[in-house]
């Protein structure tokens, strides 16, 4: 074997360069978690210093991971959407049954708690490109699932993607001054409710016209 087939041994500090990449980010995965669930729960003025402390880090990696306040609530955003549009493309490969994969993406939904974080972010990132490209990634699987449920006769004809959407983001939204605890427990069974209310045939026909877009973020 000659002394080019050996392989160099690493430095310590190529060694550890995976590592420190892994640990930056789980931390940053950690960061945007915890504050997903502090501004739901108290606010987009929640204390930084408390969303440190739920993701187990300190002050300064978050502020290395987010330059600011504003920096933060959109990357929780768009954060928060990009799962969304990821379980939504995920079930659309992997589910052959049209109504089992609607469900599936409005209960990945709901866990999310999108309802929530939309409301508190509404209207802030008119202009952010990031957010709205994988908000129309999502909406783009969302409703080639619901075309799919519908032309299997599985889902009521006159129900539109604004009305899935808008009846989600209210469901999984919580009343002010509610327990958060609680509620969460009643999440589960709202959406079996609005499932069930989604399955055609329907026992009667809607109401008016469909509802307005309830995007937070319209595009100018």
């Known amino acids: 074997m000659s002394s080019t087939d050996v392989a ?6 190529e060694c550890l360069a ?41 002050n300064a990696t978050l502020y290395r991971h987010f330059g600011d306040r504003e920096d933060l609530i959109r990357q929780v955003a768009t954060h928060v959407i990009a799962q969304v549009a990821d379980d939504a493309e995920r079930v659309l490969a992997e589910e052959d049954d049209p109504f089992q994969a609607l469900r599936r993406c409005v209960e990945a939904a709901a866990a999310h708690g999108v309802g929530a974080v939309l409301q508190v972010v509404r209207g802030r990132f008119v202009k952010d490109e990031a957010f709205f490209a994988v908000r129309d990634r999502g909406v783009a699987a969302f409703e080639e699932i619901m075309r799919r449920a519908r032309e299997s006769g599985q889902l009521r004809p006159d129900v539109t993607f604004d009305d899935v959407w808008g009846m989600l983001a209210q469901l999984t939204r919580p009343m002010p001054g509610c327990d958060r605890a609680d509620f969460d427990a009643r999440v589960d069974r709202y959406i079996e409710l609005l499932l069930a209310g989604l399955r055609a045939p329907a026992p009667n026909e809607l109401p008016g016209p469909s509802p307005a877009s309830t995007d937070p973020v319209p595009r100018r």
């Open 18 to 58: 995976p590592c420190r990449r892994a640990d930056a980010s789980r931390n940053h995965e950690r960061i945007l978690i915890a504050a997903r669930a502090v501004f739901v729960e108290h606010g987009l003025d929640a204390s930084l210093d408390e969303v440190a402390r739920r993701a187990g880090v300190g």
């Open 8 to 13: 160099r041994p690493q430095s310590a500090r």
